[in-house]
């Protein structure tokens, strides 16, 4: 049996989904668990206990299909966790997210973006058929920093995209030491 499908076996058989599984240098096996989502759910995350039952029961698993590693690391999928299929699209919308394309945005973005522009970071929304972010190309106000109440805001700018035009998406690590949030769904302001 692959190395894949043991750990999807064994991780969706203790109840959690697997979210990448990972071979590096010197032997070491970096396995990613999330906890199954459903919308209009309450948002729960994988804990150290977690981890440690997937642990044991990879460990027993990989030892009885003879797998070879030296070490086995199994984590949450943390702040920047990537973004891969439908389901994980639909369950972030809403948040700030960053996405790479496969190819630049070319002509397509008729003169408001840099034609060979592949990076973008912005807040994930649904559009027909398909998926949008949106963003400001305004700089980050400091902390203290006073803004002219006179000053325009830069205008949101928006780019669609499918998943079949993406190389990379993943959340975008945002960090809020205040405790306090920015709202995830609204003005259309990003936080």
Do not use: H
């Not at 902390?143 to 993943?170: C, N, W």
């Amino acid at each position: 049996m692959a190395l894949q499908d043991i750990a999807q076996q064994t991780v969706t058989g203790l109840g959690y989904e697997l979210v990448e599984i990972e071979r590096s240098a010197g032997g070491l096996l970096r396995v990613t668990i999330d906890l199954p989502w459903s919308p209009g759910a309450e948002e729960a995350f994988v804990n150290v206990e977690d981890c440690e039952k997937v642990t044991r029961q990879l460990q027993y698993a990989l030892e009885v299909e003879g797998i070879d590693y030296k070490r086995l690391e199994v984590s949450s999928p943390g702040l920047d966790r990537p973004l891969r299929d439908e389901r994980d699209f639909e369950r972030f919308a809403g948040e700030v997210v960053d996405i790479t394309l496969k190819a630049p945005v070319g002509a397509a973005a008729a003169g408001q973006v840099a034609a060979n522009r592949k990076k973008f970071r912005g807040r994930l929304g649904r559009v027909d058929g398909g998926w949008q972010l949106v963003w400001s190309d305004e700089p980050e106000r400091k902390p203290g920093q006073r803004v002219s109440r006179r000053k325009e805001p830069a205008p949101l700018q928006a780019i669609g995209f499918t998943l079949d035009e993406l190389k990379e998406a993943r959340l975008a690590p945002v960090v809020d030491f205040k405790g306090r949030r920015p709202s995830k769904k609204g003005s259309g302001e990003l936080g």
